[in-house]
């Protein structure tokens, strides 16, 4: 599912749950061309997953099923046939394609708009295939007021006379959705701004049937940021734009559907990181942006990584194993020691192997790495530091964090050192690198005592090399 889609499906959840209001799952599934197996499946998944639960719907019913539209047919002709019986509507005999491109400007020419009854009767006579469309006025405009676009006017003459009902009977999606909007008591329509344009003519449906209007919220369409700083629509080359890719990239629905509820809308306080319950709290339509949103993969990035470091350790120690590829590695039996350093350092699950790819392999390094002015430390005495630790950590034979605690800290006492300007080296020595996740101590207990001795010896090896005079 395609995140403006989501959006518009959580937009519509938060509302409705605001405003103490049921939130119903339809199928429109009338397009059997563009069906695609699996597809409804996908929709359930989705919900479910993002915790948007619905009130009723194809699965556990309601009072106003069937909600698949598939299983509405009877319901859509029915209407259909009203319709031309009070002249807001026609069949229209010609070929797909004869008269109209769904492409070019202008659409249908209205070749079957004035048939006579005679005419039309011995068409459908000779059983010849036949669309039903919308009369629309030549004349006149069309209004309403957008909870969020505010007053809009249309012109009827720029409208084309859409289909409603199609050749093998199937209604088309734009007259479905207010037949069932109509017949489901759908009070408040949500949907993104690029349906804007196909609104006055929904509006002509609701007038011809005698119908009340329900209200709009259209939302602002979501960009993504080009390579270049410019903005285009979003699209598969920005990043993942499916919820199903996010969650696999190791995002969190409860962080995914925290970001994209920001997405064209702002809460009324600073609060930037929210729960379902705290969305549904301060949600309203008057935070929805007109303006174009712009997919910010960092700002998702953040908000997803506030909602890991708030996980139950246990449930991410659970959740994050398979990202980490070290199942069959020495790590694998100090994965929740591993899994308590990672859970505040990281923005998605995918990021857990780069941060501990050091563990497995020690990176090519710099010796500047070493020169740290705050901790004192140089390249001599670092040197000095590390042939003490090697001394020491060599006849250690409890390799326990608590063992390696306090021999260190013995170390920095005999050294008339801190426990930091100590460890320092250490740390360099140990990964190669100026931060990571967790200390020298916690590195010395997860690669272990032999891997530690080595890494250590390599870097007075590298300090020697550099040959250097220490000038402090
Ligand atoms: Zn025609």
Redesign the pocket.
């Known amino acids: 599912m395609h995140i403006g889609n989501l959006r518009t499906a959580l937009f519509a959840y938060l509302f409705a749950k605001s405003q103490n209001g049921k939130f119903i799952l339809r199928i429109e599934d009338t397009d059997q061309g563009r069906y695609v197996e699996g597809s409804v499946d996908v929709i359930y998944d989705t919900l479910r997953t993002a915790g948007l639960i619905h009130d009723e719907g194809p699965d556990i019913g309601g009072s106003y099923g069937p909600y698949t539209q598939s299983e509405r047919k009877d319901i859509y002709r029915k209407y259909a046939l009203e319709l031309v019986e009070k002249g807001a509507a026609y069949y229209?005999?010609?070929q797909k394609d004869e008269?109209e491109s769904e492409s070019a400007e202008g659409g249908y020419d209205r070749?079957?708009r004035n048939l006579s009854p005679e005419e039309v009767k011995a068409q459908i006579d000779a059983g010849k295939p036949y669309v039903i469309r919308q009369r629309i006025p030549l004349e006149g405009t069309t209004s309403w007021n957008d909870m969020v676009y505010g007053e809009i006017s249309v012109e009827n003459s720029t409208l084309d006379d859409q289909v409603l009902l199609k050749s093998d009977g199937m209604p088309t999606y734009n007259f479905a959705n207010v037949v069932d909007d109509h017949l489901m008591n759908i009070t408040h329509i949500i949907r993104g701004s690029e349906y804007l344009s196909s609104n006055p003519k929904y509006l002509l449906l609701y007038q011809a049937f005698g119908w009340e209007t329900p209200r709009y919220i259209h939302l602002p369409i979501i960009n993504g940021r080009n390579a270049d700083g410019s903005i285009s629509k979003l699209s598969k080359r920005h990043g993942a734009v499916s919820f199903q890719a996010l969650v696999e990239q190791g995002y969190l629905p409860e962080g995914i559907i925290n970001y994209i509820a920001l997405l064209g809308w702002s809460p009324k306080s600073e609060q930037e990181i929210f729960s379902m319950d705290e969305l549904i709290a301060q949600f309203s339509v008057d935070g929805v942006h007109k303006s174009p949103a712009v997919f910010d993969y960092q700002k998702l990035g953040w908000v997803n990584g506030q909602h890991i470091t708030m996980l139950d350790p246990q449930v991410f120690i659970r959740d994050a194993f398979r990202y980490a590829r070290i199942e069959g590695t020495a790590l694998e039996s100090k994965w929740p020691k591993l899994a308590s350093l990672l859970q505040s350092r990281i923005t998605k699950y995918s990021d857990i192997p780069e941060k501990i790819a050091f563990l497995h392999q020690l990176p090519e390094y710099s010796t500047e790495l070493y020169i740290h002015k705050k901790n004192k430390s140089t390249l001599g005495s670092s040197k000095a530091i590390l042939e003490k630790a090697i001394e020491r950590l060599s006849t250690l034979d409890d390799w326990s964090e608590e063992s390696l605690l306090s021999t260190m800290t013995e170390l920095a006492a005999e050294s008339g050192l801190k426990l930091g300007p100590l460890t320092w080296p250490v740390r360099i020595a140990l990964s190669g690198l100026m931060a990571t996740p967790g200390g020298a101590i916690d590195i010395l207990y997860l690669i272990g005592k032999d891997e530690s001795l080595k890494r250590l010896s390599s870097g007075i090896q590298l300090i020697s090399k550099e040959n250097l005079v220490d000038e402090k």
Request: charged fraction near 15%.
């Open positions: 229209c005999f010609c008269r070749h079957c």
